[in-house]
T-cell receptor
Framework: GENVEQHPSTLSVQEGDSAVIKCTYS??????FPWYKQELGKGPQLIID?????GEKKDQRIAVTLNKTAKHFSLHITETQPEDSAVYFC?????????FGQGTELSVKP | DAGVIQSPRHEVTEMGQEVTLRCKPI?????LFWYRQTMMRGLELLIY????????DSGMPEDRFSAKMPNASFSTLKIQPSEPRDSAVYFC????????????FGQGTRLTVV
């Protein structure tokens, strides 16, 4: 089955710096790759997604890149702010469902 | 729309008791997913339904777990009998059309089995 590996598990940056989270997936048939942000006590919320026919997508301070050949995709957050502190999950589609990575706890220090 | 609604938000029960978690998906969505979240295993998909029919229940850990979706607006996840290792946050999510697209998550039910 599909397996999604996510790194790092924790990431601490200074406010204003960039943060990068990376994921790899195992099944080349996967064609949809969302990123979710989970704040304490809440459910995961979609922040950006990318489909396999696109190499990069950007939404304000957030961007995602996809390398289908290498089967990896990354989340880039620029000009980080304290409110970006949360747990971030990548996911890959497989068989009509989403398989999630283990999560990255991002801490943005003011 | 109020989003995906789960109840209860918190549940504390004794080992051996039956636990029922409830979910109301977003109106118009026809795919529903149950996930379990723990520190050790992250977000695990337990089961998902499409048009009220269970499509894949390979993630259901044991026969103690069962899920139903009697209609398009309601689903339950039942654990009977519950065990301490079932303690986790259980999320319900829904999406549209059965193909993989944006899945909206509920707030989750934090289950503690003592």
């Amino acid at each position: 089955g599909e397996n999604v590996e996510q790194h790092p598990s924790t990431l601490s940056v200074q406010e204003g710096d960039s943060a990068v989270i990376k994921c790899t997936y195992s099944d080349s048939a996967s064609n949809y790759f969302p990123w979710y942000k989970q704040e304490l006590g809440k459910g995961p919320q979609l922040i950006i997604d990318i489909r396999s026919n696109v190499g990069e997508k950007k939404d304000q301070r957030i961007a995602v890149t996809l390398n289908k050949t290498a089967k990896h995709f990354s989340l880039h957050i620029t000009e980080t702010q304290p409110e970006d502190s949360a747990v971030y999950f990548c996911a890959a589609s497989w068989g009509g469902k989403l398989i999630f990575g283990q999560g990255t706890e991002l801490s943005v220090k003011p | 729309d109020a989003g995906v609604i789960q109840s209860p938000r918190h549940e504390v029960t004794e080992m051996g008791q039956e636990v029922t978690l409830r979910c109301k998906p977003i109106s118009g969505h026809n795919s529903l997913f149950w996930y379990r979240q723990t520190m050790m295993r992250g977000l695990e998909l337990l089961i998902y339904f499409n048009n009220n029919v269970p499509i894949d229940d390979s993630g259901m850990p044991e026969d103690r777990f069962s899920a139903k979706m009697p209609n398009a607006s309601f689903s339950t996840l039942k654990i009977q009998p519950s065990e301490p290792r079932d303690s986790a946050v259980y999320f319900c999510a829904s999406s549209f059309e059965g193909r993989v697209t944006e899945a909206f998550f509920g707030q989750g039910t934090r289950l503690t089995v003592v």
